[in-house]
């Protein structure tokens, strides 16, 4: 005899339960979501439209709730993961909360207590962006645009539905940062972003706080590249520069010098990679930003970490805690998810959309992961 697990005999008997008994007029209602899911970039599943159709039609009540419970399924994982962009996934450590998601058991409470129009309409993102780049779809009639939008829209289903009510979006193909609030954006920052071969990767976080006059940890690549070399050979340069090593570790000391400029964020990650200060301004004078090793160099620096802080610390009392040179941690009120993605359109507030220059080649092909190494980058 086989014994199975109890997980392995839950699922099976998942499995082989009945699907839902749907209504006409809720089989008549999934028709038009299939039909209107072409209206948010979603390739149209129409191969068991007619199928579903003949069956309603001839009364095959078994066969009718078969059908629709699948192709329920199916549009319902569009809605929550999107269907035709997969590949470009491969670079996306967002989680968006469906991961575990039971579209069976959903699609079944639905049909049970008449509530497709709300499961759907939960699904898809409500955030602001998304809706203007599906009515942008909507108007598109150029085949790559329309593309570039549809590959967007899905990175949206890709987000979180509940990003927080307050926190920081990080695009590197826009070379941005920007800050919302109750869905509202209320503030803006330029940012330098990786280079083509040392990409920003796309993770989630949490700012907990701000590090003035910060110490740069250098990681072992650099160090091996330059500053160990320098340290051997030119002892009075590399002080002078701040460097010096500690055992194995490199590290560089704050001050005008320092790679991580006046302050960096308080956001621990797996990849090492921050929102931070930097001493090359002149960099945020160029268009496309992607200068760093794969950190995000942030422009205003300290206005956004006066705005992250709120009162009483304001850009110029920050000011004066720089002007000290000591190393000084300040916690926010509260901590805020940071989202650091990549977007290749974005509305302009202004009833158009802003393509940006696909720089990581990411809206073309599939990218393998690449080594992600540890600030600054």
């Not at 650099?222 to 340069?237: K, M, Q, T, W």
């Not at 964020?265 to 921050?274: A, D, K, S």
Request: proline fraction near 8%; hydrophobic fraction near 40%.
């Amino acid at each position: 005899m086989k014994i199975w697990s109890l997980p392995l005999f839950a699922m099976l008997l998942s499995a082989a339960s009945p699907p839902p008994h749907w209504s006409s007029m809720q089989v008549s209602r999934l028709l038009t979501l299939m039909e209107r899911s072409s209206d948010e970039g979603l390739a149209e599943a129409t191969q068991d439209v007619p199928r579903l159709r003949q069956a309603l039609a001839l009364g095959d009540v078994d066969a009718t709730d078969a059908l629709a419970t699948r192709m329920a399924q199916n549009l319902l994982g569009n809605y929550i993961g999107g269907c035709c962009n997969a590949a470009l996934r491969s670079n996306w450590h967002i989680a968006n909360g469906y991961e575990t998601f039971d579209r069976r058991g959903a699609i079944a409470s639905a049909v049970r207590d008449d509530g497709l129009d709300a499961l759907f309409g939960r699904a898809l993102p409500s955030h602001p962006f998304y809706a203007a780049l599906r009515a942008a779809y909507s108007r598109e009639r150029d085949p790559i645009r329309r593309n570039t939008l549809a590959a967007n829209l899905d990175r949206w289903r890709w987000m979180p539905r509940d990003p927080g009510s307050r926190y920081l979006l990080v695009n590197a193909a826009a070379f941005e940062a920007t800050l919302w609030q109750d869905g509202a954006m209320i503030g803006r920052w330029a940012v330098v972003v990786g280079k083509t071969r040392s990409p920003t990767p796309v993770f989630a976080a949490r700012v907990t706080g701000v590090v003035v006059n910060p110490w740069w940890e250098i990681p072992p690549a650099i160090a091996r590249e330059s500053v160990a070399g320098l340290l051997a050979r030119d002892p009075a340069e590399a002080a002078r520069r701040g460097y010096v090593r500690a055992g194995q570790r490199y590290r560089q000391r704050p001050g005008a010098n320092n790679a991580l400029g006046r302050m960096k964020l308080v956001m621990p990650n797996p990849y090492n990679v921050y929102l931070h200060d930097t001493p090359a301004q002149n960099l945020f004078g160029q268009d496309v930003r992607a200068f760093s090793h794969g950190c995000v160099r942030v422009g205003d620096a300290l206005g956004l970490a006066a705005t992250l802080l709120g009162k009483p610390h304001s850009r110029s009392r920050l000011g004066s805690l720089v002007a000290k040179g000591q190393t000084q941690t300040l916690s926010l009120p509260a901590p805020i998810p940071v989202y650091v993605a990549y977007f290749t359109a974005e509305p302009d507030g202004a009833g158009s959309v802003r393509y940006f220059p696909d720089v990581y080649r990411r809206d073309v092909k599939a990218q393998a992961p690449s080594p992600e190494g540890t600030c600054p980058r």
